[in-house]
């Protein structure tokens, strides 16, 4: 396969294509970056309603037993 330059184009065989059409790494990187981000994000949101809803079904078992205990001593 002969590849050839002339004036800012590259040519592959038939296919030619300019600098400004290469395709930009770093935007590829940075745009799977803000996913894994995205993703994280939406792990940490789920664990913190999970951790609420524990918190609060805790607070419900301690108020059922302070009211066991006080209908005992009473």
Do not use: C
């Amino acid at each position: 396969m002969r590849i050839e330059r002339r004036q800012g184009e590259r040519r592959n065989g038939d296919r030619r294509s300019t600098p400004g059409a290469a395709i930009d790494v770093t935007r590829i990187e940075h745009e799977n970056l803000y996913g894994q981000v995205e993703e994280i994000l939406r792990v940490i949101r789920r664990v913190e309603n999970d951790l609420r809803s524990v918190g609060e079904r805790l607070g419900r078992v301690e108020s059922d037993v302070d009211l066991m205990a006080r209908s005992k001593a009473g």
